[in-house]
């Protein structure tokens, strides 16, 4: 089945740091990818839309220039958090669409998550 | 998009079916019903989806109600592993992204 890797799975940082989170496709070509984020307690919210070669679409209320997005090849996109904040301390996760599918089901639009990047910002 | 709506929480015991409902009285003939969950601290998995007719695969069954504006998954014997928050969303199947509510945290009891 699809697999979609996330690094780091947790890290730790300064206020005022840079992070990069990256989100690869490990068996599969993803020219779109998504970027989530989760506060605890709550559900998953949209953050972006990660394009293969093209700029990402930002969601209303997303900072772009806060979160950076490069998306340079088919299987790998990136999500740089600027001048980190203890604020953005969060739970945050990529996705990809693949056409894999478990047995019984069309297969068609399904998402493979990565396990998730915990954010921690002192 | 259709929006839906889930029960906060259920609890089921061990070993028995878990229903797991979900209204989406608005949906639109091209939207389908994808079912997604979370474990703790972990990315959402895939679980089923389905149009109109029902639709089984080796982790759940997905019965659609005929006019279609409500659903439940059933979870046939649950397991303690399948303690999680579980998200319906209706989203037309052409469209990537997924958004999801608050879904209904799903407690397996020994």
């Known amino acids: 089945g699809a697999v979609v890797s996330q690094h780091p799975s947790w890290v730790i940082c300064k206020s005022g740091t840079s992070v990069k989170i990256e989100c690869r496709s490990l068996?599969?070509?993803?020219?779109?990818m998504f970027w989530y984020r989760q506060f605890p307690k709550q559900s998953l919210m949209l953050m972006a839309t990660s394009n293969e070669g093209s700029k990402a679409t930002y969601e209303q209320g997303v900072e772009k220039d806060k979160f950076l997005i490069n998306h340079a090849s088919l299987t790998l996109s990136t999500l740089t958090v600027t001048s980190a904040h203890p604020e953005d301390s969060s739970f945050y996760i990529c996705s990809a669409r693949s056409n894999w599918g478990l047995a019984g089901s069309s297969g068609a639009n399904v998402l493979t998550f990565g396990a998730g990047s915990r954010l921690t910002v002192l | 998009d259709a929006k839906t709506t889930q029960p906060t929480s259920m609890d089921c015991a061990e070993g028995r079916a878990a229903n797991l409902p979900c209204n989406h009285s608005?949906?639109?003939?091209?939207?389908?019903v994808y079912w997604y969950r979370q474990i703790h601290s972990q990315g959402p998995q895939y679980i089923i989806h389905?149009?109109?007719n029902n639709e089984t695969n080796e982790m759940a069954s997905l019965i659609i109600t005929e006019d279609r504006k409500s659903s439940t998954l059933i979870l046939p014997h649950a397991t303690l592993r399948d303690t999680a928050v579980y998200y319906c969303i209706v989203r037309v199947e052409n469209n990537n992204d997924m958004r999801f509510g608050a879904g209904t945290r799903l407690t397996v009891k020994p």
């Open positions: 389905g149009l109109k």
């Open positions: 608005t949906i639109s003939g091209n939207e389908y």
């Open positions: 068996d599969f070509q993803a020219t779109t």
